[in-house]
């Protein structure tokens, strides 16, 4: 299987800053999946 280097990038970066990505992403979530 082939790594892409791309997402283990992101990988990395949320391991590092879980919290605050998770503070961007939560809202954007709710916003993108709300009825």
Known sequence: ???N???L???TLVDR???Y???I????????FSP
């Open 17 to 19: 800053n879980v919290g």
């Open 25 to 32: 992403i939560g809202p954007v979530l709710d916003v993108a």
């Open 1 to 3: 299987m082939e790594i």
């Open 9 to 11: 990038g992101v990988s």
């Open 5 to 7: 280097p791309f997402a």
């Open 21 to 23: 990505i998770t503070q």
